[in-house]
């Protein structure tokens, strides 16, 4: 032990042990707590409300045998990812504020959100092809077969998303080297380059799905109106009709999802260590902040779930028999 020699305390010449204050034994240097700031608060609040909508609708997928077909796995396997999304933003604020941190809670907290992000963005994708297969398909798509080709692709899906999220906790991280850390400690400036770069490519591929669903719409609209003589067989049908209901929510669903998607995937490639964290955090809140959305989007607007929750909710009512929302066609 190296002591200071000018300490006043104890003299070296005079052969007796050194004396210390008694508050000063087998002390150790106790972490301080940042301050709680509004950005913690919102960061806790957010986490709760993620995961708190989402457990309503994975509960209810689960446990209403009705809801088995391809979309509703799909849906299932979105709000799943979304409320593990919730989740790791929760014990990051605890992690933060609460419980002193190391090594291995960030790569806890950051593999978490890299598995339910992902997962959360190829389960869209899968929702998209659902969609584009039940234009293209619509008198297969929803057999035993398909449900059962679903389970198989969520199955895949969770288990890349398992394989990609433990990258940090398998040795892949930037804590013994801070150079190559990322915008997002503690994850890699490879690591995060090469999981954006897959992020946009299943934007990409989203987009096309999408795109691929409107043409499909349009052309069984055309035909439709064509047969039942409502216009002549040369004049597009989808022109007077492109404002219309479906396509408004198209271009709304598209809008939240390259909106929160795109900023993130762009600066986990154009960004470094050295780049100022607000501009990480500006983009990272839009990403999990689609965890948040996609329940109302896509779970909580399909009429089967909002039945069986209006159920659930208001059992006399749905008993009466002029409540004609709970009745099923």
């Keep these: 032990m190296i002591l200071n020699a000018s300490d006043p305390a104890w003299d070296e010449s005079s052969g007796e042990d050194p004396i210390f204050p008694v508050d000063q034994l087998g002390s150790t240097p106790q972490y301080e ?10 960061l806790c609040v957010s986490g709760t409300l993620i995961a708190g909508e989402n457990a309503i609708v994975v509960t209810t997928i689960l446990a209403t045998p009705s809801l088995r077909a391809p979309v509703f796995l799909l849906l299932a396997s979105l709000g799943l990812a979304d409320l593990l999304a919730g989740v790791a933003l929760i014990l990051h604020f605890l992690f933060l504020f609460c419980v002193e941190p190391s090594d291995w809670s960030e790569l806890l907290t ?10 959360s963005l190829c389960s869209l994708m899968g929702v998209a092809l659902d969609r584009y297969l039940s234009l293209s398909h619509a008198l297969t798509y929803g ?10 692709l969520l199955l895949l899906v969770w288990f890349g998303a398992c394989i990609i999220g433990a990258g940090p906790a398998m040795g892949w991280h930037c804590l013994e080297e801070p150079n190559s850390c990322s915008v997002a400690r503690p994850l890699t400036r490879t690591y995060l380059s090469l999981l954006c770069g897959g992020f946009l490519i299943v934007v990409i591929v989203t987009l096309q799905l999408y795109a691929g669903i409107c043409q ?3 052309r069984h609209a055309h035909a439709i109106a064509t047969q039942r003589h409502f216009l002549p067989s040369n004049q597009s049908y989808a022109s007077k009709h492109s404002s219309g209901r479906g396509f408004s929510r198209l271009i709304l669903i598209l809008s939240v999802f390259v909106g929160c998607w795109m900023p993130f995937s762009l600066w986990g490639l154009l960004g470094d260590a050295s780049s100022p964290p607000l501009y990480t955090y500006a983009t990272l809140v839009p990403a999990a902040g689609s965890s948040l959305l996609n329940p109302i989007l896509y779970s909580l607007r399909n ?3 909002r039945k069986v929750l209006f159920h659930a909710c208001c059992p006399k009512q749905c008993s009466r028999p002029d409540i004609k929302f709970c009745t099923r066609s």
């Excluded at 707590?33 to 919102?42: E, H, I, R």
């Excluded at 950051?110 to 997962?119: E, I, P, Q």
């Design 33 to 42: 707590f940042p301050p709680l700031t509004m950005w913690g608060v919102a």
């Design 110 to 119: 950051s593999g978490l959100l890299v598995t339910s992000l992902t997962a």
């Design 143 to 152: 057999s035993s077969q398909s449900r059962r080709r679903a389970a198989i």
């Design 216 to 218: 499909v719409a349009r």
């Design 303 to 305: 009429k089967d779930i």
